[in-house]
């Protein structure tokens, strides 16, 4: 072999490569795959071809990029999750459907809008007597339509929509059917559990119907995630909007807090849920994700405060002051620890080895469960005292399975760390358990005001 | 010598777990030695090795690490785990059976010879 020669297949393997670069799901096995074709070059060339041909037959061989980008895709969901179109062949039908994205989702957020306004038509208003009534549907006026939009880009099949289609009529029957009071503690249990199980519903939809998928499950999830992140930062610039709109029109003398509060703030509400998952949808690669940037900034933050927490109790002696409320505010405590794991995980590369990070989460997860166990013995010693109520029992309810998972997932964990088991376990751990929440709330949306007799 | 796709997709972990089991390999070792082993008649897209190596290294059957032996390029060595060890036990047992079946199949079922030629082109 020549020298020039050399330089032309070297120049040929830099170019290769920076072909490869732009495929972001290659991009980090680059590395293993140019060894792979310098072997097959070099075998090529020690059989008697030139170099030049023996580089072509071996990228030849190593795949079309497109295949390969597919493949190295469905492996690592986590590096493009977002860019659930995978690459294919860019035909004239994709791109038509590409440039309908924005008219379906303009409808789809538009329908959204207007359908919180149409029991108005029939004179049920936004106002105190029927507070109770939009408290309980508000849900099920805009996640039918962002299910619709999953339904548009997934081209999901007519069974997925029939399910759908029974969820969220079953929904709207749960929400409706029982004689409930504006301020019972069952219609703020559905107004809280209601839209819980309908956004998983709303997973069907997105993940095309592939519900079984561990995969496409962790990618909802990470939509969630995102989702939210987007839909906190709309709101408050809605907010910003909503003040310029009433002092600007208040300078010259015209009110315009009837047309924020009927129109301005519930329409926009809703269609800023279908305008979030449009632009975690469409973003694509333009920014870093989110959530796991922000589990990354705020696991070492709880971690250390719930230590020094934990520290407190056992320094002052002090036990936990066991109120009406502090279920509730230890049930959050749950959530948003359980909401680090959840986005640490997916956003993990599942064959690294363990790091610190994962220490410190397994150190956060441990003592959030030493804090809700020593919770959980100080209420059911009085909880004789307090008497069951649908509030309590929802509450209760929720920290157990709350606690059941981050017990389970303490234990996945310390298996991990310790190399006992690969760290794939914890995450199909957590995809499956997604079928709890969904069941837990639809007990306490359907069964708890029959149980709790409409209180 | 053409096999579908989807034959070539089922068995490709165990034949990969196989080698491992033997000893710790790299990519480009492995397809030779799967090339071998199957005379030559069972080809992969070498790119498509990779995934399904990730794959099953998510899963915990195999681990890997980037080395350089003296002498040679700096490589991704793969090695099977006892998980994988596990997996391939399993995998053979479900190998066997199906073999077992195919097997009483051929046996059993006169009008399947091995092909000579096609049987519309013999004019059976």
């Known amino acids: ?455 | 010598m053409y096999i579908t796709k989807d034959l070539v997709a089922a068995s490709t972990t165990p034949l990969v777990l196989g080698i491992l089991a033997e000893g710790e390999s790299y990519g480009y070792a492995i397809l030779r030695q799967v090339n071998e082993l199957s005379g030559g008649r069972l080809e992969w897209t070498d790119g498509l090795l990779y995934p399904l190596l990730h794959r099953m290294e998510r899963f915990g059957h195999v681990e890997s690490d980037w080395r350089t032996p003296p002498g040679e390029r700096r490589r991704k060595y793969y090695r099977i785990t006892d998980q994988g060890r596990a997996e391939l036990v399993e995998q053979r047992r479900q190998w066997a059976a199906v073999v077992d079946a195919l097997q009483a199949v051929w046996n059993t079922t006169q009008s399947i010879k091995p092909i000579t030629g096609l049987a519309w082109e013999t004019g059976a």
């Open chain 1, 1 to 455: 072999m020549t020298v020039a020669n050399d330089n032309d297949l070297e120049a040929q393997i830099a170019e290769w490569r920076a072909y490869m670069r732009r495929r972001r799901e290659l991009n980090t096995d680059a590395d293993e795959l140019e060894d792979h074709l310098r072997s097959r070059i070099s075998e090529l060339t020690e059989a008697g071809l030139q170099p030049d041909e023996a580089f072509l037959i071996a990228v030849k061989r190593m795949g079309s990029l497109d295949e390969l980008s597919r493949e190295f895709a469905r492996e690592h969901s986590e590096r493009l999750w977002k860019q659930m179109v995978l690459p294919g062949e860019p035909d004239a039908a994709t791109a038509a459907r590409a440039r309908r994205e924005l008219p379906v989702m303009v409808i789809c957020a538009a329908v959204a809008a207007l359908a919180i306004k149409v029991p108005s038509l029939f004179g049920v208003d936004l106002d105190d007597d029927d507070a109770g009534f939009y408290l309980r549907n508000a849900s099920l006026f805009v996640l039918p339509a962002l299910a619709a939009y999953f339904v548009w880009k997934r081209r999901a099949g007519v069974r997925v929509i029939g399910v759908l289609a029974v969820l969220f009529i079953l929904g709207a029957v749960a929400a409706n059917v029982y004689p409930l009071a504006n301020d019972s503690q069952s219609t703020v249990l559905t107004a809280i559990h209601l839209p819980i199980a309908l956004w998983l519903v709303v997973g069907v939809a997105y993940v095309g119907g592939e519900w079984r998928s561990q995969r496409r499950r962790m990618d909802f999830i990470r939509f969630s995630g995102e989702w939210l992140i987007y839909f906190v930062l709309l709101s408050q610039g809605g907010g910003i909007l909503v003040a310029f709109t009433a002092g600007t029109f208040n300078a010259i003398g015209v009110d315009a807090e009837e047309f924020i509060g009927s129109w301005l703030v519930p329409c926009g509400g809703m269609a800023a849920v279908i305008v979030s998952a449009w632009l975690v949808e469409a973003k694509q690669s333009v920014i870093e994700n989110m959530a796991p940037v922000l589990t990354r900034v705020f696991t070492p933050l709880f971690a250390v405060a719930l230590l020094s927490f934990l520290v407190a109790i056992l320094w002052t002696n002090n036990g936990i002051d066991v109120d009406r409320d502090i279920l509730i505010l230890f049930d959050l405590l749950l959530v948003v620890v359980l909401g680090l794991l959840l986005y640490s995980i997916s956003a993990r590369d599942g064959a690294a080895r363990p790091g610190l990070f994962d220490r410190l989460q397994l150190v956060l997860v441990i003592s959030a469960l030493i804090i809700d166990v020593m919770v959980l013995v100080a209420i059911t010693g009085r909880i004789s005292e307090f008497g069951f109520s649908a509030n309590k029992s929802a509450a209760l309810g929720e920290n157990i399975i709350l606690l059941t998972n981050l017990a389970w997932s303490a234990w996945l964990f310390l298996g991990f760390i310790r190399g006992r088991a690969p760290f794939v376990r914890l995450e199909h751990w957590q995809t499956r358990y997604m079928i709890v929440y969904a069941a837990w709330a639809w007990i306490v949306v359907f069964a708890f005001p029959l149980i709790f007799d409409f209180a």
